[in-house]
């Protein structure tokens, strides 16, 4: 990995962290929602697919934790899958 490597594997664990910790969003805009009629063995699954997350971009991060994080609140995921590319380099 050389020295880059665990660095920005740092970087981006506190960003996931970052996302699911509590925001500034309004209590109410955060409520669970419950959807009527599915069974009790319903797994919900939230797929979340090439952040790009990039040193050229902060802001990528920044709207990452600003939409990603109250979204899965809001659906409250059993399991959430982060898969693709978690970095960019432009």
Do not use: K
């Not at 880059?4 to 996302?19: E, I």
Request: charge should be negative; charged fraction near 20%.
């Amino acid at each position: 990995m050389g020295t880059r490597g665990p660095r920005l594997l740092t970087v981006l664990l506190t960003l996931v962290a970052a996302a699911a910790a509590p925001s500034a969003v309004s209590r109410d805009e955060r409520e669970v929602v419950e959807v009527s009629g599915a069974p009790d063995g319903v797994v919900w699954v939230a797929q979340i697919s090439d952040l790009h997350f990039s040193v050229h971009h902060p802001e990528r991060a920044y709207d990452f934790r600003r939409y990603v994080g109250p979204a899965l609140a809001m659906v409250n995921p059993d399991l959430v899958l982060i898969t693709g590319d978690l970095t960019g380099m432009y």
